[in-house]
């Protein structure tokens, strides 16, 4: 199934990058950071006095870490997984649950590409998102992200609501994770009931709240409609996956803050 399947079991159309295509993104990239470096050295040759060789080879060290590492972690983390050649290209890197990018994730697709795409001129990155089956590269296994396409993307659909009399069971009740066919079924299912013959709908109805059941501990209330039922499940997963990434990204926030405050050359104690 292509696609990011939601906590909400809407599956938005991005399908995972080709490998031809995240290799034009990334050759569109390095064009924009070779007349960027180009430009620099120019300015840096018209108005500066030339270097020592000391200071000459201090300056190569800063600026390969800048190109390398601090310019692609920042890029990435403010455009939220766009750059300007994935932009171009119509694609976007998220974490492997759809989330956005967040600085953690970049920095670690950043320093691996030291070696995967700098070292090796590409050609480990190249030969892992042939291979992998959702064409990741080594910095994104690890990352836990993926590259995916972006334009076309389907309309948003109209969001389940939790029915009020489920939502105290809801939010005390152990949702295991659906599996991804399941709840998109049963969002399909909910967003076309009133299209569907009555018989159907019932025995589609039961017959999706019986596989639901087996996830969900303990059951609802005796006598609760099987729509009803599906729809309080898809809402609290939707509120619970929303909940968890807003923590996951204040606590990279947090981390990247204390980072900041650190100063140079303490280490990290968290190392």
Do not use: C
């Amino acid at each position: 199934m292509d696609g990011i399947i939601t906590g909400e079991g809407v599956l938005l159309d991005s399908r995972p990058t080709s490998a031809a295509t995240r290799l034009l993104a990334a050759l569109l990239d390095l064009l924009v950071l070779g007349v960027g470096v180009l430009v620099l050295s120019i300015a840096v040759g018209v108005f500066g006095s030339a270097p020592s060789e000391e200071v000459t080879r201090i300056l190569s060290v800063v600026l390969l870490a800048t190109v390398m590492v601090v310019l692609p972690t920042t890029v990435e983390t403010l455009t939220r997984g766009r750059s300007l050649g994935k932009k171009a290209m119509g694609i976007r890197v998220v974490r492997d649950d759809g989330g956005p990018l967040v600085f953690r994730q970049a920095l670690v697709r950043a320093l691996v590409g030291v070696v995967e795409l700098w070292l090796t001129l590409g050609t480990v990155a190249l030969i892992s998102s042939i291979v992998h089956p959702q064409g990741k590269r080594v910095g994104d296994i690890l990352a836990g992200t993926y590259a995916v396409r972006v334009r076309g993307a389907a309309k948003v659909r109209t969001p389940v609501t939790m029915p009020p009399q489920l939502a105290g069971w809801a939010h005390g009740a152990d949702l295991a994770r659906l599996p991804d066919g399941l709840a998109l079924a049963v969002r399909q299912f909910l967003g076309r009931t009133t299209s569907l013959h009555p018989a159907s709908r019932v025995q589609l109805g039961s017959q999706l709240t019986a596989e639901v059941q087996r996830y969900v501990n303990p059951l609802p209330p005796l006598g609760t409609h099987p729509e009803a039922f599906l729809a309080a499940v898809l809402a609290e997963r939707r509120d619970r996956e929303l909940g968890a990434r807003l923590r996951a990204d204040q606590r990279d926030a947090a981390e990247s803050a204390q980072l900041h405050r650190l100063p140079h050359g303490v280490p990290d104690p968290a190392q």
